[in-house]
T-cell receptor, first 114, second 116 residues
Framework: GENVEQHPSTLSVQEGDSAVIKCTYS??????FPWYKQELGKGPQLIID?????GEKKDQRIAVTLNKTAKHFSLHITETQPEDSAVYFC?????????????FGQGTILTVHP | DTEVTQTPKHLVMGMTNKKSLKCEQH?????MYWYKQKAKKPPELMFV???????INESVPSRFSPECPNSSLLNLHLHALQPEDSALYLC???????????????FGPGTRLLVL
């Protein structure tokens, strides 16, 4: 089955800095890669996703890049703000019989210091 | 509107109790999911319903019993749970769940369950 590794497990930045979180996946058949933000006491919220026919996608301060050859994808947050502090999960989906099943990374705790 | 609602927000139950978790979405989605999330861990898939039929059961113990009364509602019936079942139970929905189509899953806020 699919395996997703996510790094770093914790990330601490100053307000205004950029933050980068990286994920690698094992199943070359995976073709959908969402990123979720989970604040304390809440459910995961989709912040951006990318499909395998696209190399990069941007939404305001958030961007995701995908390298299918290397099987890794990254989340980039620019001009970080304290409200960006949360746990971020990457996920992969789409390989073979595991269609529709999201395999999550272990999460990154992002702390943005004012 | 991408809202999935879940009730109750919190639930405390004894090991001999029977309780139910409820999930609702009005986005016209035909796939609904139950996930379990332990503290500081990612969500783990439990069940998938597609067009009101159980599509995936990830070898979940029978003390968890899902039900999909209609396309907008998803229930999780709990009976004879163990303390290790204490977790955040998340519901999610997506447009479809079928081979070759990767649909975005939208999560609810979860029910925090404590089993004593």
């Amino acid at each position: 089955g699919e395996n997703v590794e996510q790094h770093p497990s914790t990330l601490s930045v100053q307000e205004g800095d950029s933050a980068v979180i990286k994920c690698t996946y094992s199943d070359s058949a995976s073709n959908y890669f969402p990123w979720y933000k989970q604040e304390l006491g809440k459910g995961p919220q989709l912040i951006i996703d990318i499909r395998s026919n696209v190399g990069e996608k941007k939404d305001q301060r958030i961007a995701v890049t995908l390298n299918k050859t290397a099987k890794h994808f990254s989340l980039h947050i620019t001009e970080t703000q304290p409200e960006d502090s949360a746990v971020y999960f990457c996920a992969a989906s789409g390989g073979g019989t595991s269609y529709g099943k999201l395999t999550f990374g272990q999460g990154t705790i992002l702390t943005v210091h004012p | 509107d991408t809202e999935v609602t879940q009730t109750p927000k919190h639930l405390v139950m004894g090991m001999t109790n029977k309780k139910s978790l409820k999930c609702e979405q009005h986005m016209g989605h035909r796939a609904m999911y139950w996930y379990k999330q332990k503290a500081k861990k990612p969500p783990e898939l439990m069940f998938v319903y597609s067009y009101e039929k159980l599509s995936i059961n990830e070898s979940v113990p029978s003390r968890f019993s899902p039900e999909c009364p209609n396309s907008s509602l998803l229930n999780l019936h709990l009976h004879a749970l163990q303390p290790e079942d204490s977790a955040l139970y998340l519901c999610a929905s997506s447009q479809e769940h079928r081979a070759g189509v990767q649909e975005t899953q939208y999560f609810g806020p979860g029910t925090r369950l404590l089993v004593l």
